[in-house]
């Protein structure tokens, strides 16, 4: 039960994160991405505030010699975005809080892509 709930949290989260940012899709420019998505604590499933989140052009450990794209701090509903970001097939997200373990993660954008995800953070 407690499993699903924390499911739950992530789907409405998320829900609440592409509904509050679909206006801003309009600044997309053609082929350009945008990546919207929420942070969660991977024990309570409840979003996580105060997350500095860093996109990335490459992945793994060749993303820094890509250069930041951007950064982006969580608000109290753990959400990020990035928009009209290049698409370069291979972007890295980092992110970090100091009562968490850093996550670091590959994911791949598609020219035209409007992409939501979630991601949940250890606690320390």
């Not at 499911?7 to 350009?32: I, M, P, Q, R, T």
């Not at 945008?34 to 105060?50: M, Q, R, T």
């Not at 975005?81 to 590959?106: C, K």
């Amino acid at each position: 039960m407690r499993h699903m709930m924390k499911n739950c949290w992530a789907f409405l989260l998320l829900a609440v994160c592409a509904c509050s940012c679909a206006d801003k899709e309009e600044y997309v420019g053609d082929g350009k991405v945008a990546l919207y998505g929420i942070i969660l604590d991977a024990s309570s499933g409840l979003p996580v505030p105060n997350v500095t989140v860093t996109l990335y052009e490459g992945s793994g450990a060749m993303a820094s010699l890509g250069g930041a794209v951007g950064s982006s701090v969580t608000g109290d509903d753990g959400a990020f975005s990035f928009v009209d970001v290049a698409p370069y097939y291979r972007h890295t997200i980092v992110a970090s809080h100091p009562g968490y373990e850093r996550l670091m993660r590959d994911v791949s954008l598609s020219p035209g892509d409007n992409a939501q995800i979630s991601f949940s953070i250890v606690p320390k």
